[in-house]
Every structure is written in C-alpha cells, then in structure tokens.
C-alpha cells in the first residue's frame, strides 16, 4: 500500500499576510590576519558597529571627515565561538524545521571575509552545517524511519511505503553495482572527523514522538549562472577520467562540461531543481560525508585576495519528511494531508571582488563578472521588495534576472524565515568593498517576509508511541514469567513456537513389536495429558482474555475521563490562547505604531542632523570668509595708509610749489601796481599850478615811510582803461538783490543798475518781470578793508513754469588805503625843494589813488577790480 503526498510547502493561503517578520540580518567580524595591520571597523556594542576611513582615504563630503555606523540585530566580535553564533542565528531554524517551516540562511561579504568558515568550519571547530546536522538527529534520533519509508519523487514531493515495501526497495538498492551511502558505523575520514566531533549535543526541546522522520540532503552550486549537481556521480567508464584543477573530467585534452540543471515549478509554485540527486542519510556523520563529497567537486581557486576562493554560489539543501503514526503507534499513517516535508537551505555566497584588486583574468574574470552580476541582481530584488512594502507599489521583482534569485524567490514571498549573516573583514584594504556590503545588509533589514502558518494538529490521540511501547513491554514481562524465552531483535520466536516448547515431548511412536502394548498406552497418556494441558491453557487464555477486556474497559474508561477531562483544560487553555492572542495582536498592532513612530522620529532626527551638518558647513564656510574678509580690510587698510602717506608727501610738495608760485606771482602784481604809480607819478609831477598846501598832507610829508624794493618785471596783463562796464542791452530790465545787512560805501565809483527793481530777498514776482540778476555780497578781505562783489546773471524760465538763475560774471570793488603804497622814485633829500616836489607828489597820488585792473585768469570772462580811496573831509 502506497500513498503520496505533495506537500514539500505549504500553500501561499497557509502564510499569514498580517503578521511578517523582517528579515533576521546578523554581523561577523573575522579576526586581523596580522596584529600589525589596520583595522578599519570597530564593534561600539551587541547590536552596532562603526566604520571609519582608514589613513590615506577620506570619504569626504565638502570636505568633512565622517565616520558612519551600522545597527544589525546582533553583531559578533573576532572573540565570538562558533556555538554561540549558532545558538543565536541557526538554531531557531532547525526548530522550525523540525515544526514543519522552511528556513534560508546564507552567508554574503566580500572575499576573504569568513564565509565558508562560518558556514563549515574548520578541524575542532565545526560551522554552522555540520551543527545544524548534529542538532537534527540529536532530536529526531529515536524517531527516525527505517530507509526508504519516505521516497522522494522527481517533482518535489514525497511518497510514504509500507514496511515490507521499504524492504523489497533496501534489498533492490544493495544488490544494484551504486556506491553506498556510509554506514554509521564506519570510520569517517580524518580530513573531517574533528569537524563534527560536537560535544554539546544540542537538540530541539519541542519534537513531536508520535511522528516519523526521515532526512534527505542534496548538494548543489550555482557556477556562471548555471546550476550544477555536487553529489551526481560521474558515469562509469573504464578508462578513468583526467581531472584538471577546476575539477572537472577531461578525456583525450578536451573539456567535457558537466550536464547543468534546470529549475521547475511544482504545483505549488515552488521552485526546485529537476534532477537533483538527494541522499537519505541517518545520521550526522553519514550527511557530513555526503557534504564532504560534494564539497570537494566546488570550484575554488586561488586569487590576489584569497588562496582559496569560492568561484560559485553553494546551496546545501536539507529536506526533512515527517509523518503521523497509526491509532496502533506502530506503522506510518496512509494520509497524504498529514504528511509535511519542510526544508533548510544553508548558502555560501561567493563573495564579491575587484577585479583590479584581485588582478583576475580570462576564466577568473568571467567568474568575478558573473559572480558579482548574480549579487547585483539580489541587491535589485532586496530593493524592489523593500520599495514595494514601503510605497505600496506592485513593482515586478526581477527575481528570474539569476538562477540564485529565481531559486529562493519563494522564501521572499512567505514561504519561511529568511536569515543572513554578514561577514566583514576589518582590514583597511577591504575599506570601500565594506562599505557597500553594510549598505545592502541595511536595506535588507527593512524587508519583511510573512509568517508562514502554524501546522495543523493531527486528529489521533497524542502518546500513541508511548502506549505501543508500554504493551510490547508488558507482554514481554508476561511471557518471562510464564517461562517462555524471551527474545530480542530479529531472533525472536513466535507466539506458535513457545506454545509447542511448553507442551511435554511425546513418546517414541514406532511399534516394532505387535504384542508391544506399552508405546500406545504411553502416547494416549501423553496426548491426554497435552490435551488436559491444552484445555487449562484455553481456559486460561479465556480467562485472561475476559481481564484483559475488562482492563481494556476500564482503561478505555480511563481514557476516556482523561480525554473529558483533557478536553475541558484544552478548551479553557484554547481560551486562555485566545486571549493571549488577543492580547498578543493588539500589542503586536502598538508595536507597529510605535516602530513607524520611532522609524518617523529616526527619519525627522536624520533630516535635523542632515541639516545642523549643513548649518555647521555654513558657518565655518562664512566664517571662513570674514576671517578672508578682515585679513583682505587689514591688507587694504595698509596699503591705503601707504597711498595716504604718499598722497600727503605728494600734495605738501605741491602746496610748496603753489606757494613759491603764488609768491611768485603776489611780487609780480606788487611790482606792476609800483610802475602803475610810477606812471601816475609822472602825470600828477607835471608843472600845473600852485594849489594852498593842506595841514594834513604837510604832516605826512614830515613823517615819510621807507619803501621797498620793486621786484624785477614780469609779463603783466595791460592795465585796461578807466571806464564803467555797461550792460549789454539797454532795454533789459535787473533784479537788483541787497541784502539788509549791506553797507554803503563812500568810493567814487558806485554801480549804477538801469531799469532795476530793488529787492531785500529774491521772490518769484520779480524774477518774472526781469531778464538780468544782480547779487551784491560784502567781506572782508585779508587786510581788513570791505570788499564788495557784484555776481550777475541770466533769468530762465524753466520748463515747470518757474525761473532759474545762471550766473556768469562777477565784479570786485575794493577799497585800499595809500599809505602802504608809497614809493619815491629817488631817496629822499633834505632840500626844501625836494621835499616840496615830493609833498606834491604825494597829495595828487593820495588825491588820485584809483587804478582800474583787469584780472587775469578769470573762468567767468572778464571782469574788473575797482580800487578807491575814501575822500578826506577838512578839518
């Protein structure tokens, strides 16, 4: 009897699209190859670890030094055992796995990082795939299925055979020419005995004993975007294949590719591999061999960066088959819905490189090309997911852009608990490679997956196996006491043959003799007495018959109280797990709240240190520019002091020079005004005739003042003859401006103004009544006589409807007194008639002491300086 059972996953309506779980991301930290090395990161506490640039690099940001952190769910330092790096991350996947969940964990870094030490190990201190192994048949041990129970078909399910038809199919497999899988007993192969020689000996606290199980593993690498069987055993060909150093068969020089797998999806929509080779073993040592195995067939090589480095992507696949026992405890139940095959996949990532580090060429250059494109593509996938959770887009995932992607999609989309494990190398060269893994690690973190749901519970009675074993026992006791042998394993007789041995022997039944009349008396004796002996056993057999259906009652009875009374805890527990559902939904629900509270505080908190980052490159940068503004005033304000001191220097040098020349040209007027009074001096000497001498004049002559001497010549301006300047027009008509402070002076020569109107202050009437202005202005001038100046000008209208006033001409009158003047043209003489001549002389220039001159240079046109000297009233 067979029955098959289609059920590697559960169906997507089994996941529960409410409640999801991100995705676990763990960090290891390798330890330095040489304690003189840089180390670029640093481990702050269990849960974040800090980069910083090493020396010579410089991340820089408008020139900022900046160091970056990086927040994991559990971060483990170079210190950390590999027991405690399973107990945290592996080990609650092996209990899922034995629950019935599938489970992904994967290894991913840069090369030369850890990987493969952390995924296998090393002699004395096995990773995480052989303690995964250990802890499963740690649990399962004692419940496994005899070989070929469960049968895995080519389609990604599993069938359940009967006990004599998992026989037939052992008997079959021994007789056919395949390689054996190891037996448990066997010598293992140093080369990996240590890696497996666990002590703990972990196990799963929750394993259901009323199952069977049965464990299958397969071996698989994803090389250049092709998928390729590890554990598929070469043809068999007399003449033995040459292997080169990628390990692959080569006959005659020729390359002779291996076959590559493809990927199918079964009627659940789950991928898997068509064709994979997949091992039943029984016990840890038995799957490490098969791993091993395999192992050996992976392509490494030896790199820049790495002497042994992974060129492709393994994938070590444990399936796990369990089904229910019968009400009997004794076979495995014919049920196709109770039977569950769950799966652990454990992937070493190859990791990632430059080629220009690694200087890789021809094939290990198309592997590092391939290689980092499939991590690219897992990168895009993790990207997509994450854009689409938090935006609520409906992106397509580009999970069939890789055969790595295409294969694990299910996992993304619910299907079990997705794990990854980081592993960094701290040295200062792996600085930028670094960085990028713990960017993609932080955007793995925010994808979720959803949480697969729970088994259903199996409708037989718990503790099925226990009560089987308990009866076996129990009649074994039985038949000890009775007398009977008791066997153990195969060599057990049957109940038949115990009978028979307990009857008494017969005698001999050969008559030789026919008078002989002792041999049948003694068999019908020994018939009899087998007979009665038969008849008590059967009376017997009733009799225990009769207690042991009325222990069967009783026991039923037992059962069946223990069952209400069961019932009734499991529907008050049924009820006290619903409210703690309830319970647990609603604080599952608040936790939401305050994760998108604390993720909204986190972003607002990033944006105001984004932007006091800002704010503090500005201010340096202003800063920077005062302190630049301030030594620019500083240089400018030197270098004008020097132009000032120059410019001063420059300027009182001129100003001597101005005043040598107006030196110069005050002795020139000087020398000009004394011919000007010599000339007089020879109009007034003429003989004319004789006037009454005057008192005043006579005492001045008595008092003469000694003159100076004339200086030499100079080119004059001609003295202009004695005659008022006239006005231009004679029918314009004058604002005649005097202020009330003017004063009248006593000269003989006064202006004259025709046509004019007199005006205090300027008004707006006159003006429009006039064409001409006249603005008379006194001051005293620097020998403190008045000076008065007469400014003229045009009156225009201007455009507003006013007037406006142009000046051009001014007009200087000034009144000088002749004392200061006198010069004789010969020393004085004590004769009378010199003194007469001289006395004469002086009262016609004191009587005539006016010149008219013109000054020279003037910007307003010409213009005319009127000297006068008061008259003398007689005494």
Partial sequence: MKAAAR????????????????????????????????????????????????????????????????????????????????????????????????????????????????????????????????????????????????????????????????????????????????????????????????????????????????????????????????????????????????????????????????????????????????????????????????????????????????????????????????????????????????????????????????????????????????????????????????????????????????LFKNYFDGEGKVRMIVCVNPKAEDYEESLQVMRFAEVTQEVEVARPADRPLCWLTPGRRLRHQALREELSRKLELRGGPVGAGPEEQSPAELFFQSLPPLPSCELLDINDDQTLPKLIEALEQRHKMRQALAEEFAKNVLAFKTMLQEFDSSVASKENYIQGKLAEKEKTITGQRTELERLEKKIKTLEYKIEILEKTATIYEEDKRNLQQELESKSQKLQRQASDKRRLEARLQGMVAETSLKWEKECERRVAAKQLEMQNKLWVKDEKLKQLKAIVTEPRAEKPERPSREREREKPLPRSVSPSPVPSTPVAPLRARRSRSAGERWVDHRPPSHVPTETLLQPRVPRAITVEAPSERALARCDRYLLTHQELASDGEIQTKLIKGDVFKTRGGGQAVQFTDIETLKQESPTGRKRRSSPPSPDPAGDAADSEWTDVETRCSVAVEMRAGSALGPGFQHHAQPKRRKP
């Fill in 7 to 406: 059920t590697p996953r559960r169906p997507r309506k089994g996941t529960n699209p409410t409640l999801k779980d991100p995705v676990g991301v763990y960090c290891r930290v390798r330890p330095l190859g040489r304690a003189d090395q840089e180390c670029c990161i640093e481990v702050i506490n269990h849960t974040t670890l800090q980069l910083h640039p090493p020396e010579g690099f410089r991340l820089c940001r408008n020139g900022e030094y900046r160091e970056t952190q990086y927040s994991f769910k559990e971060v483990f330092g170079t210190l950390v055992a590999q027991k405690e790096l399973f107990d945290v991350v592996a080990k609650p996947l092996v209990e899922d796995l034995i629950r019935g969940k599938n489970g992904l964990l994967f290894t991913y870094g840069v090369t030369g990082s850890g990987k493969t030490h952390t995924m296998t190990g090393s002699p004395g201190d096995g990773g995480l795939l052989p303690r995964c192994l250990a802890m499963i048949f740690n649990s399962i041990g004692p419940f496994q299925a005899k070989r070929f129970v469960f049968k895995l078909d080519e389609k990604n399910g599993v069938d359940v055979q009967s006990e004599v038809e998992a026989l037939l199919e052992r008997q079959r497999r021994e007789a056919l020419p395949i390689p054996k899988t190891p037996a448990g007993k066997r010598q293992l192969d140093p080369e990996f005995a240590d890696m497996i020689a666990v002590q703990d000996h972990c196990r799963a606290e929750e394993v259901d004993e009323d199952n069977v199980y049965g464990v299958f593993v397969s071996y698989i690498e994803i090389y250049n975007n092709y998928i390729y069987d590890l554990l598929e055993e070469p043809p068999c060909d007399s003449i033995k294949p040459k292997w080169n150093s990628c390990n692959t068969p080569v006959r005659n020089g020729d390359f002779v590719p291996p076959q590559s797998k493809t990927l199918r999806e079964d009627q659940n929509h789950n991928m898997y591999v068509m064709g994979c080779t997949e091992v039943e073993v029984k016990s840890t040592e038995e799957a490490f061999e098969v791993f091993w195995r395999g192992q050996k067939k992976r392509r490494i090589a030896n790199t820049q960066l790495n002497r042994e480095s992974s060129r492709s992507h393994s994938v070590f696949i444990i399936k796990l088959a369990q089904a229910p026992l019968d009400a009997d405890g004794d076979n495995v139940l014919q049920e196709k819905e109770q039977i569950t095959l769950s799966q652990l996949s454990l992937v070493d990532l190859a990791g990632s490189e430059r080629t220009n580090r690694t200087k890789a060429e021809g094939n290990r250059l198309r592997e590092a090309g391939n290689i980092n494109q499939s991590l690219m593509t897992l990168r895009t996938c993790i990207e997509v997911l994450r854009e689409n959770q938090l935006y609520g887009t409906n992106k397509m995932v580009p999970y069939r852009d890789s055969k790595l992607t295409h």
